[in-house]
């Protein structure tokens, strides 16, 4: 235990230093945001906050592999993602291109690692549901959809970090019961990691400092996030601990967030990826909120939703009462959405 504390100071030093050295090459190689059209920040603000955290954590795992088979697949697929995220910040790729990316990432985990969905478990309360023939596909879809939730959540200081640490803490709690160190190690690592980013990006050690995650690091944070999900539930990986279903609560607000502002844009007959100013911080801010207040909001939600998926694992709720929970939940988050927009909408005629 004293080591795992000694290193994770020199992780949260690294990390640090590493913000500041990537900021000076952000400025020469021109990987920064600049103010315009729906960004709201002044200036230019260099996009490190994901690279610095990548650099880190596989600086970490290669001297320390946490995953003591895969661990070479992991740190190669987060840095692909990375590098991808990295060039879409600078050069603005097509999604396509990015899609066809985070597939091949996917089938890249599925291949050589065995990471892949078998079975969703009693969801429907009619038994264990088994999915071996449209495994492949459904993991492919599980692992597009969360780095893309992990990316449209991006879009106020301290959002991306902070609902990654709720998360990332609600799975490291739920893995402690089990006794999976690895995987509480992990989110420590990534906890550590991201508190100097966060610091930085709130502009709490000088707003001249500031950074942005930018794509590299959502992608990145998406893809772990599902790898720890899918390699605690899925059985064929290892000895399943965490249920299904729990999933769903520890990543709620990204893919309540994700699922609902897709659903309206189908609904227009617009791009289900074109950006809006419609997702849910947008709506806090349009509410009233300041920019700390909509972070402190949500990620207060955020927390009482893992909560809930914490307190069904260890209160044994049956799964098929946790999953249809969510579902109400969820179309209540959407209801009262709609209704929200649709009231500032007509405010503004």
Request: one cysteine or more; a positive charge.
């Amino acid at each position: 235990m004293e080591k795992l504390a000694i290193d994770l100071v020199f992780v949260f030093c690294i990390s640090f230093a590493l913000l500041f050295i990537l900021r000076k090459v952000a400025y020469r190689v021109g990987l920064v945001d600049k103010a315009s059209g729906r960004k709201t920040h002044v200036g230019e603000v260099p996009l490190v906050g994901g690279v610095a955290i990548c650099f880190t954590v596989i600086h970490y795992l290669y001297l320390n592999p946490i995953f003591p088979e895969n661990n070479t697949v992991y740190m190669l697929s987060i840095a692909l993602l990375t590098l991808v995220g990295a060039l879409d910040d600078k050069f603005d790729v097509s999604f396509k291109i990015r899609i066809v990316i985070q597939i091949g990432v996917s089938l890249l985990m599925i291949n050589y690692s065995g990471i892949q969905i078998s079975e969703l478990g009693d969801m429907f309360g009619g038994g264990n549901i088994s999915i071996a023939y449209f495994g492949i596909p459904l993991t492919v879809l599980a692992v597009v959809g969360a780095i893309n939730a992990f990316n449209m959540v991006d879009g106020i200081d301290g959002l991306l970090g902070g609902l990654s640490i709720v998360t990332f803490s609600g799975f490291a709690i739920i893995m402690a019961m089990y006794g999976q160190d690895n995987k509480v190690y992990i989110c420590l690592l990534f906890v550590v990691s991201m508190v100097p980013y966060i610091l930085m990006n709130l502009g709490l050690v000088g707003k001249e400092r500031k950074v942005f995650m930018g794509d590299a690091g959502s992608m990145m944070i998406g893809f772990t996030v599902i790898w720890l999900l899918l390699s605690a539930s899925q059985v064929g990986t290892e000895e399943a601990h965490l249920r299904s279903v729990t999933c769903l609560w520890l990543i709620a607000i990204p893919l309540m967030d994700m699922t609902s502002i897709m659903i309206r844009r189908l609904r227009k007959g617009r791009s289900p990826f074109k950006p809006d100013r419609e997702h849910l911080h947008h709506i806090f801010e349009k509410m009233g909120l300041s920019s700390i207040q909509t972070l402190i909001a949500i990620c207060f939600v955020a927390s009482c939703f893992a909560s809930i998926g914490i307190l069904g694992e260890v209160f044994s709720v049956p799964e098929y009462v946790m999953f249809y929970s969510f579902i109400v939940v969820f179309l209540g988050y959407d209801y009262v959405l709609q209704k929200a927009l649709k009231k500032m909408n007509k405010s503004k005629i």
